[in-house]
């Protein structure tokens, strides 16, 4: 039987684009936008080496509404919507906030707003652990008390969040699962696609590959004194292939209807705390590659140590994250390698 289509808003960015890969592969038609602005078109190639099937793309603004209308208008069986469509850089939004509130908001409510109209079933929306701020108990639960924002780049995700849940208890005709992401790592096993950073990274494993193949020099610990057993922090990385798959089990629930809920909320991570010393040490164990690092002083705004519990997902949705994460390192390794071959980086 013909799968519904699906809407993938950002989906030539690192998760988007392994969400698609996933999607594909279950057999769903996609189309996706996305403004390029943090991706290239290349990524949709690498797409289809993978799945042998070349998704719909539609160069495009998804805070522009009538962009979305005419989208809309083009693939009528559009009947559900993986929305990646975000700025996440927490650096950036504290120096750019409008431009963070402005994208993230003003995308949700749109996408919204031609939900019911257009006869779409649901939505995945892509949130963070950073709602948890630095938890009182680890692992977090979903029941954990969501704290204060501390960018404007987590409270949009905090704001989409209450916007979805005042859209549906007003009555919205659809449903939508909100999933709150640890740290998502690693590449595709083919190294087709990955995660792409313009300039110089801010996240971890991206300036770790980097400094292993020797673009930068070193990489800088942040910090050896938290409360944590080697004083590194702690966080819970998440293979970017396992989680695109809980992705495509939340579409089936809500175009299937499998929940009576109207809104789910999910944690997906693996459950284990791991720091970033720990993290250094899996890499060059599994690659055989050494990673030049120096420890330097804490990075203002970091959290300490932040793991998923993740059984809720593990039992409703049937998922778990699977990929050990010596197997992660060697992925985001292999990308970075070939980025190379392909004179990317
Ligand atoms: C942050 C956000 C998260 C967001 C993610 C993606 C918070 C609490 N978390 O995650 O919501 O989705 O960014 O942008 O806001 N580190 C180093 N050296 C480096 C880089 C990082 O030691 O050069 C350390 C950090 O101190 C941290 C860990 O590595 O302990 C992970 O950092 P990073 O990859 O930037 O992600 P988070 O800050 O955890």
């Not at 299937?256 to 997906?268: A, G, H, R, T, W």
């Amino acid at each position: 039987m013909k799968k519904d289509r699906i809407l993938v808003t950002g989906g030539t960015g690192y998760i988007g684009s392994h969400t698609v890969v996933e999607l594909q592969k279950a057999g769903y038609p996609v189309v996706i936008i996305d403004n390029l602005s943090n991706s290239n078109a290349e990524v949709i190639d690498g797409i289809e080496r993978i799945t042998s099937v070349r998704p719909d793309f539609v160069e495009g603004d998804c805070t522009d509404i009538e962009t979305l209308r005419r989208l809309f208008a083009s693939f009528p069986d559009i009947k559900g919507i993986i929305n990646f469509a975000a700025s996440k850089a927490v650096g950036e939004s504290m120096h750019k906030p409008i431009l963070y509130y402005r994208n993230n908001l003003n995308t949700l409510l749109n996408l919204l707003d031609l939900m019911g109209p257009n006869g779409v079933k649901g939505i995945v929306f892509s949130s963070s652990c950073t709602v948890y701020g630095e938890p009182d108990e680890n692992p977090v639960t979903e029941a954990a008390p969501i704290k204060k924002a501390t960018s404007p780049y987590g409270n949009t995700k905090q704001i989409s969040e209450e916007i979805i849940t005042d859209v549906i208890n007003a009555g919205a005709p659809f449903k939508s699962v909100i999933l709150r992401y640890f740290n998502p790592v690693g590449a595709h096993p083919s190294a087709e696609i990955g995660e792409l950073p313009n300039g110089v990274p801010q996240n971890l494993i991206p300036y770790l590959t980097q400094t292993a193949i020797g673009i930068r020099q070193e990489l800088s610990v942040f910090g050896d004194d938290y409360n944590t057993p080697d004083g590194s922090c702690i966080r819970d990385y998440i293979n970017v292939v396992d989680l695109a798959q809980a992705h495509v089990i939340a579409v089936e629930r809500m175009l299937n209807d499998i929940s009576d809920k109207k809104i789910e909320i999910f944690n997906l991570g693996t459950g284990n705390g791991v720091s970033v010393l720990e993290l250094i040490h899996t890499f060059e164990e599994a690659t055989g590659v050494k990673v030049p690092h120096k420890i330097v002083g804490r990075r203002a705004g970091d959290i300490e140590k932040v793991w998923a519990n993740p059984a809720f997902a593990n039992e409703v949705l049937g998922w778990k994250a699977t990929t050990s994460l010596a197997d992660t390192m060697r992925s985001a390794w292999a990308w970075q390698c070939r980025l190379r071959e392909r004179g990317i980086m």
